[in-house]
Nanobody
Framework: VQLQACGGGLVQAGGSLRLSCAAS????????MGWFRQAPGKEREFVAA????????YFADAVKGRFAVSRDSAKNTVFLQMNSLTPEDTAVYYC???????????????????WGQGTLVTVSS
């Protein structure tokens, strides 16, 4: 599956952004989707994930209560709604997909076999 992420940009602390990740090439509903981010000089880290049917969502502790993840099967798109942003949220955000991933691996970057190109989110203080 091919992934195209967009929606990043510059926002002030306390603001919101919504990232989108459009999937093409395969049956979208067969894929669990994840969001990861990588700040300069840091490793890629898990942000959020959503199950194939959308019934289960998972969040990193750092974003729990501020971020939401959803998917629209009609549009083959997964969304990451980010609220109450802080400068610590500044990073390149990546979406990822995998059709065989198990729940216990959804927070692990190497468990995903398809990745989007990343979209930069910059939060100013």
């Amino acid at each position: 599956v091919q992934l195209q992420a967009c929606g990043g940009g510059l926002v002030q602390a306390g603001g919101s952004l919504r990232l989108s990740c459009a999937a093409s090439g395969r049956t979208f509903s067969n894929y669990a989707m994840g969001w990861f981010r990588q700040a300069p000089g840091k490793e890629r880290e898990f942000v959020a994930a959503i199950s194939r049917g959308g019934g289960s969502t998972y969040f990193a502790d750092a974003v729990k209560g501020r971020f939401a993840v959803s998917r629209d099967s009609a549009k083959n798109t997964v969304f990451l709604q980010m609220n109450s942003l802080t400068p610590e949220d500044t990073a390149v955000y990546y979406c990822a997909a995998d059709r065989s991933i198990i729940t216990s691996s959804m927070r692990v970057p190497r468990a995903y076999d398809s990745w989007g190109q990343g979209t930069l989110v910059t939060v100013s203080s």
